[in-house]
């Protein structure tokens, strides 16, 4: 059966075994594009000419403010016009190739600057979109993924626990560290390396930099179609799981970011947690020996709960619980921001909002197919992104890219309306 | 024993293993985390026994087995995993000793803090003696506490700690534990808390001694009297007294205490032998359990203690011993603190109009001060 195939502990054995080299390689640029978008072509125009006019401005009287906002186009200018360049370059080139009178000569020189171009034109791509989109604030941080079984009974929660092995693999496939801070299954005794119980839940924290900026386009609602290991009827069913991805903030020395800074999106007012421990019942004191160290933490205002009990140690519990409620209210936060600006922008222009809720992609097994349903993008070598190979990333890949091109869309909105 | 409630049984029905936890454990949440920890122990168990690098190799199950049916006779967790969490320290267990409580950790992690946020009003040596020792996790605690909290800018005082125990074991485990503590600082980075620790854990010992004998009496089996030990290492001073001594009567020894408690832990640690009947100067009318209780306050007093850190079992007892202690009229300063003393901020409620009650949930120690103690828990 299928299942045995990706669920078993050899793979993730094998995993570790593979050399991983070229991919990394790979990861040092966040995002491959080979072409530009309209949108973000749309929008390096609207900078180059509003760069000439500033220059053309400057030409007539200096001025200090318009030169430094031309000096921020300039960049953006620039490299339109050098992959400008390098398009005409390659049309002329493949003119050149398809022409019949062109001699063999000729023709192979041809053919070689056309691979030496091309690769000009991604780099300047890339550059491009870089110098048009603003990084995310916390693309260098390491982040949380937590993973939920939803609607689909046993099969949603053992489709959980495919989705972490695939995290977990991808991670290890990528040299990314990871540890698991939590993982619940209806046992509550599961195997995190690869059993085949039913997860109810799992928290794992990747801990490279730069985790937060790859594993971001995961969050959503992962959906699945195959039959179920249970079905006799051989019938596909639907279920599903979510998937959570926050940044991860492992001590306010290392990220920058000060917890005390009531400005900061991860400060939180003590006297609005509520910590709940386990307490002995009855005497408590020499009377009673508990084991329990579980602790819970209430962000009240947002009714934000969190509880861990993973460790022996009640201290240990108490300090990833909040961890974790901080990553959860700064994310909180950061949505209502978030929503409130597209809001804003789809009352004046309309732009299409994707919402947490929907579901983002479908593994489906009987075609041995992935689709992204943001990018659009779809796979046919389930089992390989499945076990966190790099079908896995080709798939982020393009959600990456859809990503840029909706902010550089919105930019694009924004922009269009206020002139 | 009561029987399992029926969907309990359902529920588990898959797992025989959870079953026998639940046996102890009642609560379905508790028995799945001992079933991961004994997991986790009898798999790594396994594999520094016999090297098995697999995990996927089933022989720890029947270990895994063994210990759930343990688990399942009221034998305490701690004693079959070998360790208990104290506060922010792995301490070492054994049968026979008792198993540190998370109210004493709770007790003195505020202690410690407090003594720290008066950094600059602490002498430069620092002496404190732990009476009833058991597993010596006070004084390993308070240290790291100490050491952790201290700001960067001072140097920290000297820490010297002494911990006593009429138990050879509790006394054995201690001296274990100083050492397990110690290794896990090899290595580390030298920061200061890292080398104020290191310094604390070089002088602190410990030592098997009566602490209800009165001076110069040996007790039957040879075991010397705590004010002779002390002579013998040649430190009559100490600063500060922390006893967490045995404070359960024996009536409710057998009506409040948890069954593996009474079953499984020595009950020489948990009820104090009659009052008087080892020393006939004290009191004939102090209640059952409170028996160590003028006597660490007389020793206090013999050894110049500045601050008083006792446990009791709760608001009575604890009413009780604070009596003792004014009765005595040498102490500037009375407080009754919950098993949370910064629970519920610095409001002060009056106990019987007498002492003042910090924090919140039961009623866990009294802490009774003088002269420069006033300062150092900033009490003014
Ligand atoms: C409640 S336990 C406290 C252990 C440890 N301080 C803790 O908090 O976990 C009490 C300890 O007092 C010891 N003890 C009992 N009678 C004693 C005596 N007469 N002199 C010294 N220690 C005694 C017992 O051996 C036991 O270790």
Redesign the interface.
């Known amino acids: 059966m299928l299942r045995s195939a990706w669920i078993c ?1 050899r793979c993730l054995f094998r995993a570790i075994e593979r050399p991983s080299r070229r991919w990394q390689r790979s990861f040092r640029t966040t995002t491959r594009l080979s072409h530009l978008s309209e949108n973000l072509l749309t929008r390096a125009r609207a900078i180059a000419s509003e760069h000439a006019t500033l220059k053309k401005q400057l030409e007539k009287d200096y001025d200090v403010q318009t030169a430094k906002r031309a000096g921020e186009l300039s960049r953006t200018a620039d490299l339109l016009k050098e992959l400008e360049r390098l398009k005409d370059a390659l049309r002329e080139l493949d003119n050149l190739i398809r022409d019949p009178t062109t001699d063999n000569e000729l023709r192979s020189l041809a053919s070689d600057d056309v691979s030496d171009t091309n690769s000009a034109l991604e780099t300047t791509t890339q550059a491009l979109t870089n110098s048009l989109v603003p990084r995310h604030p916390f693309e260098d941080l390491p982040c949380l993924i937590e993973i939920r079984p939803g609607a689909g009974g046993s099969e949603a929660a053992l489709f959980a626990g495919d989705l972490l092995h695939m995290y977990q693999s991808y991670c290890v496939n990528s040299g990314l560290p990871y540890s698991l801070l939590k993982y ?1 299954d209806a ?3 599961g ?1 995190p ?1 690869g059993s085949d119980r039913q997860l109810t839940e799992a928290i794992m924290e990747v801990n490279g930099t730069g985790a937060y900026g790859k594993l971001r386009c995961e969050a959503g609602v992962h959906r699945v179609q195959r039959v179920p290991a249970t079905e006799a009827k051989g019938r596909v069913h639907t279920s599903a799981a979510s998937v959570l991805v926050l940044p991860s903030f492992p001590d306010d020395h290392a990220s920058g970011e000060d917890f005390n800074d009531p400005k900061s999106d991860f400060f939180i007012d003590l006297k609005e947690v509520r910590q709940e421990v ?3 019942r ?13 602790v819970r933490l209430t962000h009240i205002p947002t009714n934000t709960t969190v509880s861990i ?1 993973d ?6 519990n108490r300090d990833k619980a909040w961890r974790l409620l901080r990553s959860r209210i700064a994310q909180i936060r950061r949505e209502a921001r978030e929503d409130e600006m597209r809001d804003m922008k789809r009352s004046v222009v309309g732009v299409a909002k994707v919402g947490r809720g929907d579901k983002i992609r479908t593994y489906n097994f009987q075609q041995q197919r992935v689709t992204d349903h943001r990018s659009g993008f779809s796979i046919h070598s389930l089992e390989d992104a499945i076990e966190g190979g790099s079908s896995l990333e080709q798939v982020m890949d393009s959600v990456r890219k859809w990503m840029i091109d909706q902010e550089v869309a919105q930019l694009v909105a924004i922009e269009s309306n206020n002139t | 024993m009561p029987r399992l409630p029926y969907h309990l049984l359902r529920l588990t029905s898959k797992s025989p293993l959870l079953q026998l936890l639940l046996r102890e454990c009642r609560d379905l949440e508790s028995a799945r985390n001992e079933l991961r920890w004994l997991r986790e122990h009898a798999i790594s168990s396994v594999q520094n026994a016999g090297g098995h690098r697999d995990e996927r190799n089933d022989s720890w199950k029947p270990l895994l087995r063994s210990l759930c049916v343990k688990r399942a006779s009221g034998k305490p967790l701690q004693y079959l995993l070998g360790s208990e969490f104290f506060g922010d320290i792995e301490v070492a267990c054994k049968p026979g000793v008792l198993i540190p409580r998370p109210e004493t950790a709770a007790a003195v992690t505020y202690f410690a803090e407090r003594l720290c946020s008066a950094a600059r009003k602490l002498p430069s040596t620092l002496r404190v003696l732990d009476l009833c020792c058991g597993t010596g996790c006070i004084p390993l605690l308070f240290q790291h506490v100490f050491a952790k909290n201290w700001p960067n800018a001072r140097d920290p005082p000297h820490l010297s700690l002494v911990g006593a125990d009429i138990s050879a074991d509790a006394v054995q485990l201690a001296e274990h534990n100083r050492l397990l503590l110690q290794q896990s600082l090899t290595g580390r980075s030298n920061a200061g808390s890292t080398w104020a620790s290191r310094h604390a854990l070089d002088s602190t010992a410990f030592f098997q001694a009566d602490v209800l004998r009165p001076e110069q009496s040996p007790n039957p089996q040879g075991i010397p009297d705590l004010m002779t030990v002390l002579r013998q290492i040649d430190v009559p001073e100490w600063d500060i007294l922390i006893s967490n001594p045995p404070y359960i009567s024996s009536q409710s020894f057998h009506r409040d205490t948890q069954r593996s408690v009474r079953l499984f832990e020595p009950k020489t640690a948990l009820v104090p032998p009659r009052p008087g009947s080892s020393d006939p100067g004290t009191s004939q009318d102090l209640d059952e359990g409170d028996t160590f209780y003028p006597r660490l306050l007389q020793i206090a007093q013999d050894v110049g203690a500045k601050i008083v850190l006792m446990e009791v079992a709760d608001l009575q007892q604890a009413s009780r011993v604070a009596a003792l202690a004014s009765d005595t009229s040498v102490w500037d300063g009375i407080e009754i603190w919950r098993d949370h003393p910064r629970g519920k901020g610095p409001h002060l409620e009056k106990c019987r109009g007498e002492f003042p009650v910090r924090g919140s949930g039961h009623g866990r120690s009294v802490v009774c001060w003088r002269g420069e103690g006033t300062e150092w828990l900033q009490m003014m």
């Open positions: 502990s619940e046992d509550g005794v195997d390396n386990m307490r002995a009855g005497a408590g004191g020499q009377h009673v020996n508990k084991t329990e160290s579980a009990q460790s022996r140690s009640q201290i240990a």
